[in-house]
């Protein structure tokens, strides 16, 4: 499931615990955890001793006896198939051999169908079967709730994550805002030194956003501070971080780039302004063992109000 990738998710887990327990109690040859979307039936998990039906096989939901246990036009369990006449006619039974079935549903807490608990065997199971109904529908109510409760986790982490970038985001350009840029200052300070490898940083100021914004209006010192924004994005590396620290000032973080790379990279950003028709003094450093990060900035600050300094005396 989404978001849960990089280990077994509690939902995947249960699935499984719950077929081995429904294997171990019953002479079914296959269990099934499956999934239903539109005329897609998926296998999701199995407990198979004999049928061939890989997990992650797609067949047609239509063809299957679930379709019509949902309906409410076959039973939930079926100890000789061909005696129902709905899943004797069954499309599925040109694929698989079943000669006994039983199935329940799995629904997400509004009711909405997700799929089904199910098992089938080539031969007809004994009229006592029908004793473990209850088990698996009582298993189906659980898996239920254990797929609805990790889709809201997953949700819920998706919302926290959401609202941390929009706090760390600077609504106007789309870049970091100063919070932004600080974390990430601290993260990529604890990475230096603990791995080592160049960071160097970039501090750009605008040389004629008051200009713009006294002659032309905010609107367009707004859209003047949108396409820095996206010039820094579109110019450097993906893995670079670009923050807006407030008013006119811009900075950004390169990874693993020393003193010899970051000259080349300020004079792409340079001519990048230049054709967007952007004035900007650019300073720029690199990071010192002694110093950290913090140091460095406040040297590439320096660099800019120096280089900004030489622009105004021409």
């Given at each position: ?51 061939d039906i890989e997990e992650g096989a797609v067949l047609r939901w239509s063809d299957s006896y679930c379709t019509h246990m949902v309906e409410g036009l076959g039973p939930r369990v079926a100890s000789q198939a061909d005696t129902v006449p709905c899943y004797a006619s069954a499309p599925i039974n040109q694929h698989v051999p079943i000669g006994a079935y039983m199935g329940v549903p799995v629904n997400h807490a509004d009711g909405k169908l997700f799929g089904t608990l199910c098992a089938i065997d080539p031969q007809p199971q004994p009229m006592s079967i029908h004793g473990e109904l209850s088990l698996v529908e009582l298993c ?175």
């Open positions: 499931m989404a978001g849960l990738d990089a280990q077994q998710s509690t939902f995947e887990s249960s699935c499984r615990s719950v077929l081995a327990l429904l294997r171990e109690r019953t002479d079914f040859d296959l269990w099934m955890m499956t999934q239903t979307v539109r005329d897609d039936w998926t296998v999701l998990y199995t407990e198979n001793l004999g049928y189906g109510e659980l898996l239920g709730n254990i797929l609805t409760t990790e889709q809201r986790s997953t949700e819920l982490e998706a919302l926290v994550k959401s609202c941390r970038e929009e706090a760390n985001t600077d609504w106007l350009t789309g870049v970091f805002n100063r919070s932004g840029w600080e974390s990430a200052i601290v993260v990529e300070e604890r990475k230096a030194i603990r791995y080592g490898g160049p960071i160097s940083v970039m501090v750009i100021d605008l040389d004629d956003l008051k200009r713009v914004n006294d002659h032309d209006g905010h609107r367009v010192g707004d859209a003047l501070l949108r396409t820095t924004g996206q010039v820094l994005l579109e110019t450097i590396r993906e893995s670079d971080i670009v923050a807006r620290l407030g008013g006119d000032e811009f900075a950004v973080l390169l990874l693993n780039c020393d003193g010899n790379g970051v000259g080349s990279v300020v004079k792409k950003v340079e001519q990048a302004l230049v054709t967007h028709g952007i004035n900007a003094s650019i300073g720029y450093a690199t990071r010192g063992a002694a110093g950290g990060l913090e140091a460095t900035i406040d040297q590439a600050d320096r660099a800019m109000y120096h280089a900004k300094s030489l622009r105004k005396s021409h």
